[in-house]
T-cell receptor, first 116, second 116 residues
Framework: EPEVTQTPSHQVTQMGQEVILRCVPI?????FYWYRQILGQKVEFLVS????????KSEIFDDQFSVERPDGSNFTLKIRSTKLEDSAMYFC??????????????FGPGTRLTVT | AQKITQTQPGMFVQEKEAVTLDCTYD???????LFWYKQPSSGEMIFLIY????DQQNATEGRYSLNFQKARKSANLVISASQLGDSAMYFC?????????????WGAGTKLIIKP
């Protein structure tokens, strides 16, 4: 069964450093998402991406964040200068377009980012 | 205001018993979808079940069913014949189908522990 993959599974970085989280969505999917979950808290939407551009983004997704689909398979989230409060689990998800409004977002296993 | 409310931060249930996890939502959008996800201790997010606002029948997927009460704006997840492997965090989420809005809005989750 196709699945969303994410690398690395765990990333430790120092405050102020740039990090790139990588995701490989399911191959025939057209919509891509990033969510984050701070430990013990609810999942928060960051950004959605379609047709090589951002569809929507939350207020969390400020200028420190960017997303890219550098090739036909990868979908990346970059944090330019990490802060302690960026420590969280980051989930990538993808979905296909369906005629009905229903669609399922398939989630990757997540990348745990720890900023020290 | 909270759009998704899960009032049970934690639940203990005896193995083989049925369990109901509560979820209430708030939206003025007539078209929306409700999702339940399971998050085991390993961290991945697993889709369980979906209910559309215009669906006439309650959704069912194996041992999972959704008790959808539209007038009350509730979408409780029912797990029949609970198993030890059902121990996990359970999240209710909603998508409002307006303005190309693709994000999922999440509740705080319920931690379910199944006792042998």
């Amino acid at each position: 069964e196709p699945e969303v993959t994410q690398t690395p599974s765990h990333q430790v970085t120092q405050m102020g450093q740039e990090v790139i989280l990588r995701c490989v969505p399911i191959s025939n999917h057209l919509y891509f998402y990033w969510y984050r979950q701070i430990l013990g808290q609810k999942v928060e939407f960051l950004v959605s991406f379609y047709n090589n551009e951002i569809s929507e983004k939350s207020e969390i997704f400020d200028d420190q964040f960017s997303v890219e689909r550098p090739d036909g398979s990868n979908f990346t989230l970059k944090i330019r200068s990490t802060k302690l409060e960026d420590s969280a689990m980051y989930f990538c998800a993808s979905s296909e377009v369906k005629q009905r409004t229903y669609y399922e977002q398939y989630f990757g296993p997540g990348t745990r980012l720890t900023v020290t | 205001a909270q759009k998704i409310t899960q009032t049970q931060p934690g639940m203990f249930v005896q193995e083989k018993e049925a369990v109901t996890l509560d979820c209430t939502y708030d939206t003025s959008d007539p078209s929306y979808g409700l999702f339940w996800y399971k998050q085991p201790s390993s961290g991945e997010m697993i889709f369980l079940i979906y209910q559309g606002s215009y669906d006439q029948q309650n959704a069912t997927e194996g041992r999972y069913s959704l008790n959808f009460q539209k007038a009350r704006k509730s979408a409780n997840l029912v797990i029949s014949a609970s198993q030890l492997g059902d121990s996990a965090m359970y999240f209710c989420a909603m998508r409002e189908f307006t303005d190309s809005n693709y994000q999922l809005i999440w509740g705080a989750g319920t931690k379910l522990i199944i006792k042998p």
